[in-house]
């Protein structure tokens, strides 16, 4: 039995198309195109709070 690939975490990425309510971003690792919103945030720094919570 061969083990699933693991997941692509999508850490490169560069934007492709850009309308009024999305962006598109191709993953530069595994090529995927992905939605800019289906993609997790990677909190800056290690911090992870909103501005909001200041």
Same mark, same amino acid.
């Given at each position: ?6 997941? !692509? ?8 198309a *850009?309308? /009024?309510? %999305? ?6 690792? !595994? ?8 993609? *997790?945030? /990677?909190? %800056? ?10």
């Open positions: 039995m061969s083990q699933p690939e693991p997941k !692509c975490p999508h850490k490169r990425t560069r934007l492709i *850009k309308d /009024s309510d %999305a962006q598109y971003v191709e993953c530069l690792d !595994c090529g995927e195109i992905l939605e800019a919103g289906e993609l *997790k945030p /990677s909190p %800056a720094h290690g911090f992870d709070e909103s501005l909001s919570d200041a």
